[in-house]
């Protein structure tokens, strides 16, 4: 027997998992079957491409004993197994120099040291989270000798020769009073269950079934050993494309989705280069029902190796995207248990980059290809897409192209890119009028003058429309302009509308004496052709619908935004009241005029009440 001392490191790093990782001790379960894994991923790997392996019998295999009444777990695989140059090197220090380092700065406060502590995969020692002795007996596949690890994790272990008959390794965990509970069937089934139900090899569990038969002098117990096999042992999205059908596609997303209904389209990636990984992405046809609750369920599994993390983090996918719902697999990453660490690994972040862009490639060809099945798409997912204009600056040029709106011209949608295609020689920009119901906008008096000069406007009814869109200057080379603002109707001025504004100076005059400062301005009107008013937003205020936003959203302290008011130089109401000189009904007219603006905006008259006596007093007269 040889006895020998833990690296330094080893005992930090035994410390720090001990004094961090106690909330989450279960995961020495995973981190075991992931290590026998891996040694059946070894045997494996010689056992194809190595001659002196071929002979050796390749059964890959996990088996799970436990003992309640002693308090053991007991787990074998039929992997490469170690010797005893193997065990020093791998059971007694840390090999990686990366690792090591990272060790060594930890700072000894368990709070800040366990969101570190999962930069990398804590591996075997996790086990004395659990265990007071861990004993592993293992013999390397080609070897005859096999040997017996043992410690109790305070700073020794010890080495001797053992009994082994075929190759692989044996971890023995006498549990402490911390781990006693997972010397139970169903505690072991669950955890695996959850984390470790794709590890490609079967994993066995053993258990004694007790039946009791008969009654009182009769009664009898009969114990039988079972054995059965926990996991599904084979990981969907690691198959070929080619093997796959897509109704084998559409049963994997319903198992993961809790999904009725096939998903609307899948995207599968392997990638091989720099970074290894695979991705399973489903679309689903319907939106999930929590989509717009800020605590909605994030769709998205992580693995690394096979190897379940979590489907619990947001951050695996953009917001904007987090009706997507499928798998990422990653062969770089370290088993992680902090989930504070995955937001800032680099591998990750790169994996989340690429992925986010093969979903906009899918999408971007959905559209070119399939434009119902992609307006079907919109109609569902439309609005989280939108709000990537302004959460995802990376791909906001590619977003451009794939969002789409209503439009005064067409039916349904149409993408930015087509009103581009359908615009006038001489138009300037792309116009849109924004505010609450398509059917009001699409006959708001804001949009006369385009109507009379066949020009397109984009119909924003969407609240999401009114904030994305002011984050929106320019498409390609093309400046977007709302109708609902002073400046958009600039770009339409002819010399005739200077000419005509310069004539109805005295009337606006009089306009803005009589309404005083519940207005910013008033100006002549160069969209209007038969309404005699209307109002719209200072160029830099918000709009109307913007203000009422804002509200809905809580903010207080809004300063009152007050908006212009355009008259109509050519409409009779103006030119009459231009030869008026009578106070009284110069004064009526303008809050009519005013008003009447108001109301078709969708905005509530402060005083409905003197609106209808000015009414019935104008109504008076004219009769
Ligand atoms: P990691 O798995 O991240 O390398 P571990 O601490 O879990 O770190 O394991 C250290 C090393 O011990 C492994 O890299 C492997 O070489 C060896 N090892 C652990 N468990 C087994 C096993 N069941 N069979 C063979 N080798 C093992």
């Given at each position: ?5 833990f ?5 930090q ?16 379960l ?11 991923d070894?045997?494996?790997y ?25 308090s ?9 197994g170690?010797n ?7 059971l007694?220090?840390i ?6 380092d ?5 700072t000894?406060?368990?709070?800040k040291?366990?969101?570190?502590i999962?930069q ?5 020692y996790s ?16 070897e005859d ?17 053992a ?10 965990l ?8 997972y ?8 955890i695996?269950k959850?984390?470790s ?5 079967p ?7 007790v039946?009791h ?5 009769k ?27 897509d109704?084998?596609?559409?049963e994997f ?19 091989e280069?720099?970074?290894?990984y ?12 929590d ?6 369920r ?21 917001t ?6 499928g798998v ?7 088993l992680?248990?902090s989930?504070?660490i995955l ?7 790169k ?8 979903i ?10 399939d ?6 798409f ?6 989280p897409?939108?709000e ?6 990376e791909n906001?040029?590619?977003l ?14 149409t993408?930015?890119g ?5 615009m006038?020689?001489d ?9 609450n ?8 008096p804001?949009?006369e ?6 020009i397109?406007?984009?119909v ?15 498409y390609?080379d ?13 770009d ?11 004539n ?8 803005k ?25 200072d160029?830099?205020?918000p709009?109307v619908k913007?203000?009422?936003?804002l ?15 355009e ?5 009779q109401?103006?030119?009459?009241l ?12 303008s ?8 109301l ?15 009414l ?7 009769l």
């Amino acid at each position: 027997m040889s006895k020998h001392k833990f690296q330094t490191e080893v005992n930090q790093l035994l410390h720090l998992i001990i004094h961090s990782l106690y909330s989450h001790k279960e995961i020495f379960l995973r981190e075991l079957i992931s290590n026998a894994s891996d040694a059946i991923d070894k045997l494996k790997y010689l056992n194809l491409t190595d001659d002196a392996f071929k002979k050796i019998k390749f059964d890959p295999r996990i088996d799970i004993h436990f003992n309640a009444k002693d308090s053991t777990l007991t787990m074998s695989d039929t992997g490469i197994g170690m010797n005893e140059a193997d065990l020093e090197e791998n059971l007694g220090t840390i090999a990686s120099s990366g690792t090591r380092d990272f060790v060594k700065k930890m700072t000894g406060d368990a709070k800040k040291d366990s969101n570190l502590i999962g930069q990398f995969g804590v591996g075997f020692y996790s086990c004395f989270m659990v265990a007071d002795r861990v004993e592993v007996v293992t013999r390397k596949a080609g070897e005859d000798k096999a040997y017996r690890w043992t410690s109790n994790g305070l700073g020794e272990y010890e080495v001797e020769p053992a009994e082994r008959e075929e190759s692989g390794t044996t971890v023995i965990l006498q549990l402490n009073e911390e781990g006693k509970e997972y010397a139970d069937r169903w505690k072991i089934e669950g955890i695996i269950k959850k984390y470790s139900n794709h590890i490609p090899f079967p994993i066995f569990l053993h258990y004694e079934s007790v039946k009791h038969e008969g009654e009182g002098e009769k009664k009898k117990e009969t114990r039988e050993e079972k054995t059965d096999q926990v996991n599904a042992a084979s990981a969907f999205w690691k198959r070929p494309k080619n093997d796959l059908k897509d109704e084998d596609y559409h049963e994997f997303y319903k198992s993961i989705s809790h999904d009725y209904e096939d998903p609307a389209f899948y995207i599968h990636t392997h990638a091989e280069g720099t970074l290894d990984y695979t991705t399973l992405f489903f679309i689903p046809k319907t939106a999930p029902f929590d989509m717009f609750r800020a605590d909605y369920r994030p769709g998205i599994k992580l693995y690394v190796k096979r190897v379940f993390i979590t489907d619990d983090d947001r951050d695996l996918m953009p917001t904007y995207l987090r009706f997507v719902r499928g798998v990422i697999d990653s062969e770089d990453l370290p088993l992680n248990v902090s989930r504070e660490i995955l937001q800032q690994n680099k591998v990750l972040m790169k994996i989340k980059s690429s992925s986010v862009k093969r979903i906009l490639d899918e999408l971007e060809a959905l559209k070119k290809n399939d434009r119902a099945k992609y307006d079907d798409f919109f109609r569902e997912f439309g609005v989280p897409l939108k709000e990537g204009l302004y959460q995802d600056f990376e791909n906001r040029d590619r977003l451009l192209e794939l969002v789409m709106f209503k439009s005064s011209k067409v039916e349904g949608y149409t993408s930015l890119g087509d009103y581009l295609s359908r615009m006038q020689p001489d138009q300037k920009s792309v116009y849109y009028i924004t505010g609450n119901r398509e059917e009001n906008l699409k006959n708001s008096p804001l949009l006369e003058v385009y109507r009379k000069k066949d020009i397109e406007v984009l119909v924003l009814d969407d609240e999401i429309d009114e904030i994305v869109i002011s984050s929106i200057d320019k498409y390609r080379d093309t400046e977007l302009k709302s109708v609902n603002r002073t400046d958009s109707a600039n770009d339409l001025k002819t010399d005739d509308d200077r000419e005509r504004e310069k004539n109805i100076a005295p009337v606006i005059e009089k306009i803005k004496n009589a309404l005083g400062d519940r207005i910013k301005d008033v100006k002549a009107s160069t969209r209007l052709s038969d309404s005699p008013s209307c109002i719209v937003a200072d160029e830099n205020d918000p709009t109307v619908k913007m203000q009422s936003i804002l509200k809905a959203m809580g903010q207080k302290n809004l300063p009152d935004f007050k908006p212009i008011l355009e008259i109509n130089p050519d409409h009779q109401i103006v030119k009459k009241l231009a030869d008026s000189s009578e106070e009284p009904v110069i004064e009526d007219i303008s809050f009519l005029l005013y008003e009447q603006a108001l109301l078709i905006e969708g905005v509530e008259l402060k005083s409905p009440a003197e609106f209808v006596k000015r009414l019935n007093r104008v109504m008076e007269k004219a009769l």
